[in-house]
């Protein structure tokens, strides 16, 4: 072995490494003298939709030279717990103050409302909304029951008199999981799943103006709103007449008809008798 030329060689290998090591450090300190000291700022670590709470599952701290950061970024995560992404923001987009917003009159419900609808809340049990098993963004048929003949069985219809309506919100829960009340805490906004959120008493629907009269009525002189989970996609509007009580008894409605029959004539012969 030429232990000469392998000390050479080494010699050789060393000055190279020092001199990429000194190029590198000479570029670093041209590069800070030019962009400035590398400080950490929020970044987007994913996609964020319009209107959806941010938290440190989304967003995380990157090193970036002081010249490219942005006029009101933020420094640390938690300056971002319980905003709100005021628009859209991309995957590796720093987060700044003009971005974000805090849950409020500017982010809860009134800006989800289409132009031209209303938005109306009801009271619902369990039975009424299908186990409460709804959320913000379903879309649902509404049933009433009508009693026009002073709860005569007979005369009894349910009648679906709304189709393909959005809810809005299940309780204080709206649509893209926005909190209509303050919350506190960096984990509140966390705990709330609304796939699971059935913790509501009230349904808030998306309507026209005079679809909101309807249900102010059916809801003041009806007799029961039943809400009818359909799927998002569908968008048929169905034909459906009421439902009445033969309707329901199929081939027994004859016999349900002849008993009514006789219960009206031994009122009529009651009030006959009674007059003379």
Do not use: C, W
């Not at 964020?48 to 640390?76: A, C, Y």
């Not at 002189?221 to 199929?250: H, M, Q």
């Not at 009206?264 to 009030?271: E, H, L, S, Y």
Request: hydrophobic share 40%; charged share 25%; no cysteine.
């Amino acid at each position: 072995m030429n232990t000469k030329a392998f000390t050479t060689s080494l010699i050789l290998a060393a000055l190279a490494v020092m001199m990429v090591l000194s190029y590198i450090s000479s570029r670093e300190t041209e590069l800070i003298s030019e962009y400035g000291d590398s400080t950490p700022v929020v970044v987007a670590k994913e996609d964020i939709k319009e209107l959806e709470v941010i938290d440190d599952r989304k967003v995380q701290l990157k090193n970036i030279p002081k010249s490219f950061q942005m006029p009101g970024h933020f420094k640390s995560v938690e300056e971002l717990y319980n905003t709100i992404a005021a628009v859209p923001i991309k995957a590796g987009e720093q987060i700044t103050a003009p971005r974000v917003t805090y849950p409020g009159a500017q982010s809860g419900l009134s800006r989800q409302i289409s132009i031209g609808k209303r938005a109306l809340s009801i009271q619902v049990t369990e039975g009424q909304s299908v186990s409460r098993l709804l959320k913000p963004g379903d879309r649902v048929d509404v049933l009433a029951l009508v009693d026009y003949a002073a709860g005569k069985k007979e005369k009894l219809k349910v009648k679906t008199v709304l189709q393909d309506v959005l809810i809005l919100s299940t309780g204080l829960y709206v649509t893209n999981s926005i909190p209509l009340v303050n919350v506190q805490g960096q984990n509140d906004s966390r705990q709330i799943k609304l796939n699971s959120y059935t913790n509501f008493n009230t349904i808030t629907l998306e309507l026209t103006p005079f679809e909101v009269q309807n249900m102010v009525f059916m809801m003041s002189a009806g007799n029961g709103i039943y809400l009818s989970l359909r799927n998002n996609d569908d968008k048929n509007i169905e034909r459906i007449k009421a439902t009445r009580l033969f309707d329901v008894l199929g081939e027994d409605a004859a016999e349900a008809k002849t008993y009514f029959a006789e219960q009206a004539a031994q009122t009529d012969r009651k009030g006959a008798g009674g007059g003379r």
